[in-house]
């Protein structure tokens, strides 16, 4: 029998997130071991009358490719990988794993050859995006592999993920649309804001938010969401800032990292574990240096960290940074095969300040 959270999450996933009219495309992918929630999301996008693509991931079998494909291999794009970022109306991603260490010992120069070769098909998706040409959402079936890095047992996982999603609600879209409602009001009063200064024990920057736009990101895109956030004029970064919380990608954990900023780039960068891949990462192109998105976490449900970005990132509490490319939409310029959040704890001794203006103090807005 399947739980009714997983049904109510993949209802609010076709009919909140993404919106789905009937007679749009929709390409629907997810990892095997997600399959529940994917059967579930099929039913919902069919009901509501789309035209669906359906591919499943395996991650034995990406890990395996990344591994053994050679160069031709890694850059070679299929015919629906590029009709998926270039032609389809919807995109619905459900991650899972059932190994998230599965890629750790892989060389990160094919995984950046793999990568770099899809820079211009993420580039065409962010401004499809930007141009409301493209409705996207993303989530993440628990697994025992995610609750154990989670350090929780599977049902605690469950429990963690179908709370944030609202999936353990009476009315899941009504709560999202409420959440929504709430941070507007902080979005509204930062519209034609200039200077941005954050301060605290773990960082020291100042930035500027001059012609760009604040995005209120309340589930349609990230579910579970809850922030607030734009991006920064790309040369306007001064500072540094010690992240918090490890920083993961692919399947890698950066600890300890630190970066010092000179006129929006990335001058100085270390780590105290997987530095060497950190700055694989940093190098990967000229814009893997710059600030693509500058946020604020709001979501006071979730406040354990998880080692997975899509939970940690939204911690109320927290503020988050992202190298590499930012979202059109927000006015950002820059571009880059990455976008990379890292996420730093704003709840005890910091404050961010806008023109001059407290704005969010320990943790909370104040206005």
């Known amino acids: 029998m399947t739980d009714p959270r997983v049904q109510k999450l993949a209802h609010t996933l076709v009919n909140y997130s993404v919106d789905l009219k009937s007679g749009e495309t929709v390409y629907l992918t997810g990892d095997l071991s997600a399959l529940p929630l994917i059967r579930e999301t099929y039913k919902e996008v069919i009901k509501a009358g789309g035209l669906c693509i359906l591919r ?24 629906t990988e590029r009709w998926a970022s270039e032609d389809v109306d919807v995109r619905i991603f459900i991650r899972a794993s059932s190994n998230t260490r599965r890629g750790t010992s892989t060389d990160p120069k094919r995984m950046a050859q793999f990568m770099a070769a899809r820079g211009h098909l993420a580039k065409t998706r962010f401004e499809r995006t930007a141009a409301e040409k493209l409705k996207w959402t993303l989530t993440q079936f628990p697994t025992e592999a995610y ?15 179908y709370g944030a999603t609202f999936a353990d609600q009476p009315d899941p879209i009504k709560c999202w649309k409420d959440l929504q409602d709430g941070q507007q009001k902080y979005v ?16 020291d920057l100042t930035l500027s938010i001059e012609g ?12 579970p969401s809850g922030e607030i956030f734009t991006g920064p004029v790309e040369n306007s970064v001064n500072g540094w800032i010690r992240y918090t919380y490890p920083a993961i990608r692919e399947g890698r954990i950066v600890e300890g990292v630190e970066l010092k900023f000179e006129d929006g780039k990335v001058v100085q960068a270390s780590a105290k574990k997987n530095e060497e891949y950190m700055l ?18 709001t979501n006071y449900g ?15 509490g927290t503020m988050h940074m992202a190298l590499g490319r930012g979202y059109p939409e927000t006015g950002s310029k820059n571009e880059s095969a ?30």
């Open 56 to 79: 499943y991931d395996d991650g034995e079998m990406d890990d395996y490719f990344i591994r053994n494909a050679n160069d031709d291999q890694l850059k070679w794009i299929s015919p």
């Open 147 to 161: 609750a154990q890095e989670a350090d929780m047992s599977l049902e605690e996982f469950e429990n963690f993920v």
């Open 188 to 203: 509204d009063w930062l519209k034609g804001k200039k200077h941005v200064q954050v301060r605290g024990p773990n960082v």
């Open 212 to 223: 760009r736009t604040f995005i209120n990101s309340g589930g349609t895109h990230n579910m």
């Open 280 to 297: 694989t990462q940093l190098n990967m192109d000229e814009g893997a240096r710059y600030v693509g998105e500058f946020a604020i976490g």
């Open 302 to 316: 979730i406040q354990r960290f998880t080692s997975n970005i899509l939970f940690d990132e939204k911690i109320g």
């Open 338 to 367: 990455i976008h990379w959040d890292m996420i730093c704890d704003m709840r005890n001794g910091s404050e961010i300040s806008v023109d001059g203006e407290l704005l969010y103090k320990d943790g909370h807005f104040i206005i």
